[in-house]
């Protein structure tokens, strides 16, 4: 199983760009999850779904969209990028209660 | 009041020393407790689920106290690979985690 792999890795973005951060898990967890985190801060939740189909808003949703069409993926869409989104992105999985399983990572940098 | 609190540190100890550091919650009705491990620029990976009567595993100790709404993590006989920062995490009901801003450890030789 590869788990919860993330692409790309790194990204320079000017601003106003946009972009999608792809997500995807073979461990066919029902919800998945995004976070960023900014440097010497805890993770702060973006977007989270439930199940393909059902998605909801976490804590700091502004400036990004979710879609969760199949259990497998979750991408993550920056419309519009600004500085202030420049963080690393992290997915995430997990089952029912149980541990979260996280990604490698997306560095986004917005110039 | 943020729902989850952490002394950042860093905590600096010598190879063999005990460190200890707590976390706060605010929510009264949590319902599940973790210790995640984040190393530089890396995932946060699970250490340990923390359980009501407080669980070991290996080197790491944690423990829930309800009452006054922390949990703790101690580690013994420090190993240089424990250098990391450590992120008490807190669940609000089964699907969603708080995460604190971690506390770092750094072990010295």
């Known amino acids: 199983n590869a788990g919860v792999t993330q692409t790309p890795k790194f990204r320079i973005l000017k601003i106003g760009q946009s972009m999608t951060l792809q997500c995807a898990q073979d461990?066919?967890?029902?919800?998945m999850y995004w976070y960023r985190q900014d440097p010497g801060m805890g993770l702060k939740l973006i977007y989270y779904?439930?199940?393909?189909?059902?998605?909801d808003k976490g804590e700091v949703p502004n400036g990004y969209n979710v879609s969760r069409s199949t259990t497998e993926d979750f991408p993550l869409r920056l419309e519009l990028a600004a500085p202030s989104q420049t963080s690393v992105y992290f997915c995430?999985?997990?089952?029912?209660?149980?541990?979260?399983?996280f990604g490698p990572g997306t560095r986004l940098t917005v110039l | 009041r943020k729902e989850v609190e952490q002394d950042p540190g860093p905590f600096n100890v010598p190879e063999g020393a005990t460190v200890a550091f707590n976390c706060t919650y605010s929510?009264?009705?949590?319902?599940?407790f973790f210790w995640y491990r984040q190393d530089c620029r890396k995932e946060p990976k699970l250490l340990m689920s923390?359980?009501?009567s407080g669980n070991e595993d290996g080197r790491f100790t944690a423990q829930l106290n309800r009452a006054s709404q922390y949990i703790s993590l101690l580690i013994r006989d420090s190993k240089l690979s424990d250098s990391a920062t450590y992120l008490c995490?807190?669940?609000?009901?089964?699907?969603?985690?708080?995460f604190g801003a971690g506390t770092t450890v750094t072990v010295r030789a």
């Open positions: 995430a999985s997990s089952g029912r209660g149980g541990e979260q399983f």
């Open positions: 461990m066919n967890h029902n919800y």
């Open positions: 779904s439930v199940g393909a189909g059902i998605t």
């Open positions: 929510n009264s009705a949590s319902q599940s």
């Open positions: 923390v359980y009501s």
């Open positions: 995490v807190v669940t609000p009901n089964d699907y969603k985690l708080s």
